[in-house]
């Protein structure tokens, strides 16, 4: 009698340990979402799949991606950021801008006031990368930040620089069925990322697994949340408003992707103050939301009944800066369904993809990947490595139902490369 006690006190232990290591979306012959996912090391993305405290994912980022980090930031610095100072103006001296944003901007305060765990992530990735953590933070501030700053600290918007090509860059689309949804989205930034894509899968301490595309040595750009079953991604929208004060777009981005649901994700996003204006599409089976965010106001967009077209010309949201307003001789409460005709040939590559979208987008009730790839690769949807600033550095299809989440991704045009595939059981 003793020894059948003690084998059930015995199973009732294992049993008990079992639920604790694998609180989430555990079902019977199915593993965790984190434990669903194998990551391909041979993939065109550099890869990190990783789990534990924001440091200890951080330092497991950097220590992979030592290299191609101190690569990046190189890049970032004197193929970016230096031809952009020039372009406005300022000598090619990046320690001006770098020294700028960390002393002029409150950028540093609200990452450690609004988004600590992502500041202890880059202080992991510092440390494993064996680069400086100053250096790491200004790399990641920079992206749609970059033109606030110049623009602050000179006086001349580098939108209306001649070959800052700043309007060819994100676009997006989606289409809601019955109880799911297929999207896709193409990040389109700046020929010298080309070469640091990077595909994580982080593992919180609570079970929440995501995926994230970005760049090696960021927080990430765009993301899926496996676990709560909803996505993010993010468009450039340079003519609304900044605020040097806010948060820089990378951790807003990161903060919705972290929410519990989309609904929560919406509430994160309103009150929460952004640095820089971007619109905002997240979706889940249910379909998609879209805002225009600045850092004065939050404009909720509808595209269409059942479909979504996303690029980067703000179309809702008035909160323009005040160079724009001059430029464009706006009054000053912008009337934005009457905007004149030099805001749209401005916003012409965006004006472009947005009709191709919507055309493509309006009679169908589905896209299949096919479907997707072969819209998304024509040009100026899709932006091949040339001459030109304005890059497609990857793009990734979505389709959620009501238990699976179901991924297509790949640095590059949609097509041009071997797509990483990934399935997972959510529900």
Not at 21 to 42: C, D, H
Not at 389 to 400: K, P
């Amino acid at each position: 009698m003793n020894k059948i006690k003690i084998n059930q006190i015995r199973f009732i232990l294992v049993w008990m340990v079992t639920i604790w290591a694998f609180p989430t979306n555990s079902y019977a012959g199915v593993p965790p979402i984190y434990y669903q996912i194998e990551l391909n090391e041979n993939s065109h993305y550099y890869t990190v799949q990783a789990e534990g405290t924001p440091f200890e994912r951080g330092f497991t980022h950097g220590k992979k991606l030592k290299k191609e980090i101190r690569y990046a930031i190189n890049r970032f610095k004197y193929d970016l950021t230096v031809p952009m100072m020039q372009s406005v103006g300022l000598p090619a001296e990046y320690h001006r801008y770098h020294n700028y944003v960390l002393q002029n901007t409150g950028f540093i305060e609200a990452i450690k006031t609004q988004t600590p765990d992502l500041l202890e992530e880059l202080e992991g990735i510092a440390k494993g990368a064996e680069v400086n953590l100053e250096d790491l933070l200004v790399y990641n501030i920079s992206f749609d930040e970059i033109f606030a700053v110049l623009e602050k600290m000179t006086g001349h918007n580098p939108a209306f620089i001649e070959g800052n090509d700043l309007n060819g860059h994100c676009s997006f689309g989606s289409i809601r069925g019955k109880k799911r949804t297929t999207s896709i989205y193409t990040c389109d930034w700046a020929r010298p990322f080309e070469g640091s894509q990077c595909l994580m899968v982080y593992k919180k301490f609570d079970g929440t697994t995501m995926l994230i595309t970005g760049y090696v040595g960021t927080v990430g750009i765009q993301g899926v949340n496996l676990s709560n079953g909803f996505s993010v991604n993010a468009h450039s929208k340079f003519d609304l408003n900044a605020n040097l004060n806010g948060l820089p777009s990378l951790f807003f981005a990161r903060r919705l992707m972290e929410a519990k649901d989309k609904h929560d994700a919406v509430v994160k996003l309103s009150e929460t103050k952004i640095a820089v204006g971007l619109g905002y599409v997240i979706t889940d089976k249910n379909g998609s939301v879209s805002y225009e965010v600045s850092p004065n106001q939050t404009e909720k967009y509808n595209p269409g009944s059942h479909w979504f077209a996303i690029a980067n010309a703000a179309r809702v949201n008035n909160d323009l800066k005040a160079s724009v307003k001059e430029h464009f001789k706006l009054d000053e409460q912008v009337n934005m369904k009457r905007l004149p005709k030099g805001y749209w040939e401005h916003n012409a590559d965006s004006e472009t993809r947005y009709s191709m979208i919507k055309e493509e987008l309006t009679d169908k009730k589905w896209m299949t990947v096919y479907e997707w790839v072969n819209l998304f690769k024509q040009y100026p949807i899709g932006k091949y490595v040339d001459e030109n600033q304005a890059t497609t550095n990857f793009w990734i299809i979505v389709e959620f139902s009501d238990k699976y989440i179901d991924i297509c991704t790949a640095p590059g045009v949609p097509g041009e490369l071997q797509a990483e595939t990934i399935r997972v059981k959510y529900q």
